[in-house]
């Protein structure tokens, strides 16, 4: 019963995130995938191809660290080891969300390596800001349809560069993660106001 409950609770948070950030444009069509980790270990994750918009407790089901199913007659999103390898490599994530905004995908094949976002008043919007000064790197990570090695590929730079809270795909979209639901849709809404200032710059001539 209590892991039931757990499950209805965290599957509602997922639910009015999806539509909050549909009416956002930041999932459009059936675009974008979130997850949030259980009490028992396991992960709560959207059905493949639900619209996030009009998601409902059956587009959420469970898999296991490794991925694997444990919702009868349900499939995951074909991402679903991009976020498991998040929640194995650090016990304290405990949310993954990714968004498929225009300006997130625009910047993504702008850039080549990493797209850095500095004298930006929101970045104490992030764990351990707390000057405008700050700066933060959002790495981006050519799009591979294999996920497993594409999880594989942010897992090694994840070794080499701790404390990051997103990353990029070109041409795809955007990662990002936190301590809890409510943490990684902050850091979601941050990152997406600051890709919103970044478009807009670019708009108005800054190189």
Request: hydrophobic residues 40%.
């Amino acid at each position: 019963m209590h892991a039931d409950a757990d499950f209805s609770a965290k599957a509602r948070d997922l639910i009015r995130f999806g539509k909050f950030c549909y009416k956002r444009g930041w999932v459009p069509a059936t675009s974008g995938n979130f997850s949030v980790r259980l009490a028992s270990g396991q992960v709560a994750i959207t059905v493949s191809g639900q619209h996030k918009g009009k998601l409902n407790k059956d587009g959420i089901m469970v898999v296991d660290l490794q991925g694997t199913p444990l919702t009868a007659g349900r499939k995951p999103s074909a991402e679903t080891l991009l976020h498991t390898a998040l929640y194995r490599r650090d016990a304290t994530i405990n949310a993954v969300l990714h968004t498929h905004s225009v300006n997130a995908t625009v910047l993504s094949l702008l850039h080549r390596e990493a797209l850095r976002l500095t004298d930006y008043e929101v970045l104490k919007a992030f764990p351990g800001i707390d000057t405008h000064e700050g700066q933060v790197s959002v790495p981006i990570f050519s799009n591979d349809q294999d996920m497993g090695r594409l999880a594989a590929t942010v897992d090694r730079y994840l070794d080499k560069q701790p404390g990051l809270h997103g990353y990029l795909i070109a041409g795809h979209g955007f990662y990002a993660w936190g301590a809890s639901m409510a943490e990684a849709s902050r850091h979601i809404e941050a990152f997406e106001f600051l890709f919103d200032c970044e478009v807009l710059l670019r708009r108005l001539g800054k190189p």
